[in-house]
Every structure is written in structure tokens, then in C-alpha cells.
């Protein structure tokens, strides 16, 4: 006799469909939910410990229930009450939590009038500017901002970034620290005060961009994961507060990305831009890229990010190397130097003049730079010397200038190209 099988209730049914949307509502959601949390609440730990209480109620009540008609409202409402409920508990114990306590002593359960206080975006935008904020180091910021905004977790930004998650824990609970003795406050910054904060804010999105676009370290060029990451945050950004630069910033990191494919073959080995297969690049976002950058530029408050931005885009309008309108790239190179001089952007036009009007000439403006002995620990300054000395025959001096490049080099990929140019350099 074959044994019974029992077939799903409509209740099993219910419950399937509702954990579903829990699942998909946490993806959605839940970074909303807790920028919401941490206005209503004041304290990241406590609003982080109210989004975990108000999805354990959800998984408890939803499939009973059913799903309600306002997912994020019900979750917030549920968050913000529990945590009250907690702080009360904690005064009964703990003198110093009175005094929190009894700011919500007067809140009633029914009460949804944060609903109307401010708009759900205002709260994520309110939560980068706090994240961002200049008064925290530059590594806090960025591991604050991709745990509180963006959700990652404390081991996936360890991972990203090749350090230790004991050191990513303890930016992360240094900057919450630092937010509340120093009070800074949970607000978006005040007109005069933007260009200033937003540059902060764009900041962490260009350095993880960078990080996952070029790694500084470990085994594989690129981590897409993180420029990902990035490009999301910076449509956040541009979707919450429109700014030229914030547009310039989504739009180079749109550019470069489009090329990712054709960065490196199929076991992870450097393909320069010259040689890449541009039939692979990634032609819906260069179309999204070049339209942002004419949108920043009609601004006509063009900063650096646009400029770079504009860069890419003519590097992605060219189909083939020799299609490359070197000239418009110097020009570009110039106006970047003038608004935001730097010796990284100096050697990268020395290459572009190279391009223009002969290796000579960029290998002239090259050995200025790091006469000065401002580039000298940058590895991308002696294999660009490199590269045009070996173009140029002057085998001894590429040799040298590849070695050196390779005694500065982190990233294994990168290494692995730089011991295959020495490798070909004639005797």
C-alpha cells in the first residue's frame, strides 16, 4: 500500500506566500525601513536592533495575518514600538536610559504621524549626508555608508576591502560613536552648506567605485560586487538630490563600467584599452553615461566629476583605438587640472599627450613629475615611463622602470602583466 501523501493547505499556502513577501520586502525595504528608524529613534544600534524586532513580528504575524496593505509603514510602526518598549525596560535598570525612555513615554501605538513628517526618500538621503559626514575619517565613512545604506555586511566589506572584520567592526562602532558625542546631526545639509557635504558624500561613492573598479589589492582586478554597490549609491544620490556632480560621478562610473567585460580574458589576466574587444562593451550604459554627462554640462556648473565623466565618454564613443580623438581628451585633461590639480591627473594627460603629439612628448612630461618626486611611490607612473620607453626602444631604461613598478604593485593580475612586459623586452 503506498504511502499517503499529504497535499499543502490553502494555510500552508498563505504562509508560503507571505514568508515570500517578507523575503522580498527585506530586499526592498529594509534600508528604508531602518533610515526611517534611525530619525524616529535618534541612535543607529537601537534603530538596527528595531528592524531585526520588527521582521522576526512580520515572520510571527504575516502569514496569520495576511501581508498588510503598507509593508514599510507596518514595519516601521512595529520597529519604533518595540524599541520603546525596550528602552522602558532598560530604565527600570539603568538610570542613564530614563531620560531616553521618557522622550516616547507619551507615544501612543496607534500613532502614524511620522508618516507624514517626511518623505521616505528625505530619510535615506538624511541618513548618506550623516554616514558622509566630514567630522568622521575617510574609512569610517566609507565602512559606515556601505553597512548602514547600502546593507552590507560587516564580513562582505572586510572582504571587499581586504581587511580584517574586527577592523571594519571597530570604524564602524567609532563613527557611531563619534555621531552621537559630537551630535551630528541627522539632517540634509542647508543649501550653503551643501557643495561642501555633498562632496563628502560623493567621496565614498567615487572611492568604493574605485575599489571595485581597479582593486588596490588581491587576486582579481576588478570586484563587481562593490562597483555595484557604488553605481546604486550614486543613483540614490542622483534620484534624492540631483546635483551636477553627483550626476558627472553616476555618469563616469556608468562609462567605465560599460567596458568591464573586456577588461580581462577569461582567467583574470589585464587586457589594456587598446587591445580590448570594444564589440563587448556595454552599450546601454554608455548610452545612460553619455546622456548624464550631457545633463551635467548643461548645468553649466561643471566640477571634476563631470569632467571625468566627459573623458570616459569620449574614450566610449571611440569603436577602435585609432578612433580615439586624443586631442579633445587633452583639452579635457586641462580644464580637470584647473579645477581639481592633482599629479595623478598630470600623468594621466602626460599619457593622453602621448598619445596626441608622440611618446617623446609624454615621456618628457612624465620624468618632470617624478623629478619631483611626487609620483614616486606610484606604481602607475613607472609602468606608463615603461611602456613609452619601450615603445621608444629604450629597452634599458623600460626595463628598470617595469621593475620598479613591479616592486610597488599589490594586485596579482596587475603583477602578472607587468612580468610578462619584462619578459618580452628583447636582451
Known amino acids: 500500500m503506498a504511502p499517503a501523501v499529504s497535499t499543502p493547505t490553502a494555510s500552508d499556502d498563505d504562509a508560503a506566500r507571505a514568508r515570500a513577501a517578507i523575503d522580498a520586502v527585506y530586499r526592498s525595504e529594509s534600508r528604508r525601513v531602518l533610515a526611517t528608524l534611525i530619525r524616529l529613534l535618534g541612535d543607529f544600534d537601537l534603530a538596527e536592533e528595531a528592524l531585526h524586532d520588527a521582521f522576526a513580528a512580520a515572520v510571527g504575524q504575516w502569514p496569520r495575518e495576511g501581508v498588510p496593505a503598507k509593508p514599510r509603514a507596518w514595519l516601521v510602526s512595529a520597529g519604533r514600538f518595540r524599541a520603546i518598549d525596550t528602552l522602558r525596560r532598560r530604565a527600570r535598570f539603568d538610570a542613564s536610559q530614563a531620560k531616553i525612555a521618557a522622550q516616547f513615554d507619551n507615544v501612543d501605538s496607534a500613532d502614524t504621524s511620522w508618516e507624514e513628517d517626511v518623505s521616505v526618500g528625505d530619510d535615506r538621503l538624511r541618513l548618506i549626508f550623516t554616514c558622509c559626514h566630514p567630522a568622521l575619517q575617510a574609512d569610517a565613512r566609507v565602512a559606515l555608508t556601505l553597512r548602514e545604506v547600502c546593507g552590507l555586511t560587516t564580513e562582505e566589506i572586510a572582504r571587499a576591502f581586504l581587511i580584517a572584520a574586527p577592523t571594519v567592526a571597530q570604524r564602524i562602532v567609532r563613527a557611531k560613536a563619534k555621531i552621537r558625542e559630537a551630535r551630528i546631526p541627522y539632517q540634509v545639509p542647508s543649501r550653503a552648506e551643501l557643495p561642501d557635504r555633498l562632496d563628502a558624500v560623493l567621496r565614498v561613492v567615487y572611492l568604493v567605485f574605485n575599489e571595485g573598479y581597479f582593486a588596490t589589492a588581491g587576486t582579481t582586478l576588478t570586484r563587481a560586487d562593490l562597483s555595484e554597490e557604488a553605481i546604486r549609491l550614486g543613483r540614490l544620490v542622483v534620484e534624492l538630490q540631483p546635483e551636477p556632480e553627483a550626476i558627472g560621478l553616476l555618469a563616469m562610473m556608468l562609462l567605465h563600467e560599460s567596458r568591464r567585460a573586456a577588461r580581462t580574458t577569461a582567467a583574470g589576466e589585464v ?41 570616459a565618454a569620449v574614450h566610449a564613443t571611440a569603436r577602435t583605438p585609432a578612433g580615439t580623438d586624443w586631442a579633445q581628451i587633452v583639452g579635457l585633461y586641462d580644464v580637470l587640472l584647473e579645477a581639481d590639480p592633482s599629479p595623478v591627473i598630470e600623468l594621466n594627460r602626460a599619457v593622453a599627450v602621448a598619445m596626441r603629439d608622440g611618446h617623446e612628448a609624454g615621456l618628457a612630461l612624465i620624468d618632470a613629475i617624478l623629478a619631483r618626486g611626487d609620483l614616486e611611490d606610484y606604481q602607475f607612473a613607472h609602468s606608463a615611463r615603461a611602456d613609452l620607453c619601450r615603445r621608444l626602444g629604450r629597452t634599458a631604461e623600460a626595463r628598470t622602470a617595469y621593475q620598479r613598478a613591479l616592486a610597488l604593485a599589490r594586485q596579482e593580475p596587475e603583477r602578472r602583466f607587468l612580468e610578462r612586459r619584462l619578459a618580452e623586452l628583447p636582451l
Request: glycine residues 8%; charged residues 25%.
Open 271 to 311: 587586457i589594456l584599452l587598446e587591445d580590448q574587444d570594444r564589440s563587448q562593451w556595454n552599450d546601454a550604459l554608455i548610452a545612460e553615461g553619455r546622456a548624464l554627462v550631457d545633463r551635467a554640462f548643461a548645468s553649466r556648473t561643471v566640477g571634476p566629476y563631470t569632467i571625468q565623466g566627459a573623458i
